[in-house]
């Protein structure tokens, strides 16, 4: 989801506060036999909750694969993404495993395993896009943005102009959010969905111009008969703009925890599970 951050000042200041009431306590060794790892559940295909209930897609998959490699017994459990961060420094959750992105700012309150993916993300219109930026230099094609406002400039310039009056739709708390924020707030109007679907359902019914949002979810969301006549627009976007890639979670705490997973998603790149399993769900190799 990829890309999942406005969340994290008052995250921030619950762990300071956290911090103060039990610093001074040391935490019970843990054997790790079994562990708890929260998903949305409902960010196809990286994962979907399926008829009668069981978990699916990329990412379930690809972690009972890395659990099995570890010998940990894995326990998945859904969570809306709003909840995920602040449910992990309770003690609900021991993972975190949701398209998570990691960037600078998420790695000052949790940490991350080593990346298991990297995708680009992308504009998409229901019906005519609009023409400015569906016809813009790169329309169709990756472009890479580092981040570096200097670099970035053509491309984001670009994009405003083909924006400006614009109502955008986005996942709240994302990597991207902060990015449509950023670049377009001052131009366009910027309309926040607590879910990925939930910004499909106004764009169909022509609520918004455009949403933004990873090109494999994207994938996904094209297939569903509801979703009849979305379709790309402009370039897609990749590059460090995005951070590293996405990352399991972690309490900054459980650097034990985290290093037995760092071994098995090494594991799982190496022998091309990753890649199979990305193909499978995503038709690209995810491959960061």
Not at 102 to 108: A, G, I, L, M, S
Request: glycine share 10%.
């Amino acid at each position: 989801m990829t890309g999942k951050m406005n969340l994290l000042a008052r995250l921030a200041a619950s762990v300071a506060v956290g911090v103060i009431a039990f610093g001074a306590v040391s935490a019970p060794a843990k054997d790790w036999k079994t562990v708890t790892i929260a998903t949305e559940g409902a960010y196809e295909p990286w994962n979907l909750t399926l008829p009668g209930g069981k978990l699916g897609g990329f990412e379930p998959e690809l972690i009972q694969n890395v659990c099995d490699r570890i010998k940990i017994q894995c326990k998945l459990v859904t969570q809306d993404w709003d909840g995920m961060i602040a449910g992990l420094q309770a003690g609900k959750f021991d993972v975190l495993m949701d398209a998570i992105s990691v960037t600078p700012e998420r790695e000052k309150i949790i940490a991350f395993s080593r990346p298991y993916a990297s995708t680009p993300a992308a504009f998409v219109a229901s019906g005519d896009a609009p023409a400015a930026l569906a016809k813009q230099p790169g329309a169709g094609q990756i472009v890479k943005l580092t981040g570096d406002p200097a670099h970035d400039k053509a491309t984001v310039d670009a994009l405003r102009v083909a924006l400006k009056g614009k109502t955008i739709g986005i996942q709240s708390g994302t990597v991207y959010t902060k990015f449509i924020d950023t670049n377009f707030k001052d131009v366009a109007t910027i309309r926040e969905y607590k879910t990925a679907p939930e910004h499909d359902l106004d764009l169909v019914a022509g609520r918004i111009d455009v949403a933004f949002d990873d090109s494999t979810y994207w994938a996904s969301a094209f297939a569903k008969p509801e979703n009849k006549g979305l379709a790309f627009t402009g370039p897609k976007i990749s590059g460090p703009v995005w951070g590293p890639g996405e990352a399991l979670a972690f309490r900054q705490s459980d650097k034990d925890l985290k290093a037995k997973f760092d071994e098995g998603i090494a594991a799982a790149l190496a022998d091309g599970t990753v890649k199979r399993l990305s193909m499978k769900w995503m038709k690209v190799d995810a491959t960061p």
